[in-house]
């Protein structure tokens, strides 16, 4: 749970959200969840084991690099991570139009799936059980 990671902030919070408004975004323009999962494990990977920074407050063993920022927490999102910092959001946003522009058709749920289920009848019988 993100509230208990050392150095959460709100900013913190909204901005994993925010990836997960994108990580929808993707499900519904690609019609599965591998560009997102593989957004995602990128990100952390970059972060923990890669550069050697917090990823949402917890750090990795193991790292390539130690890295370290310094300057305003609102700029490097830190002791949190830099999914905390106001560049994020920008990151974000930016990858919000890309994907969106990238990705112009929605595939899920897919059209024909969705008429049907509009059309099945909706029943509150309940199913039958058996006797053991």
Same mark, same amino acid.
């Given at each position: ?12 919070? &909204? ?8 990580? $929808?975004?993707?499900?519904? =323009? ?24 917090? $990823?949402?407050?917890?750090?990795? *063993? ?35 139009? &890309? ?10 749920? =897919?059209?024909?799936?969705? =008429? *049907? ?7 509150? *019988?309940?199913?039958?059980?058996? &006797?053991?």
């Amino acid at each position: 749970m993100l509230f208990r990671s050392p150095g959460w902030t709100p900013l913190g919070i &909204a901005t994993v959200a925010g990836f997960g408004l994108i990580a $929808c975004l993707l499900l519904q =323009r690609t019609g599965d969840l591998w560009l997102a999962f593989g957004l995602h494990a990128a990100w952390n990977f970059g972060e923990a084991f890669l550069f050697g920074i917090p $990823c949402s407050g917890q750090m990795g *063993e193991g790292q390539l690099m130690h890295g370290s920022f310094h300057g305003p927490n609102w700029i490097t999102g830190m002791p949190f991570g830099v999914e905390a910092g106001w560049p994020n959001v920008v990151l974000m946003l930016l990858w919000w139009f &890309a994907f969106s522009k990238w990705l112009p058709n929605i595939n899920y749920p =897919r059209p024909d799936d969705a =008429r *049907e289920l509009m059309k099945a009848p909706v029943t509150l *019988e309940q199913p039958e059980t058996r &006797a053991v």
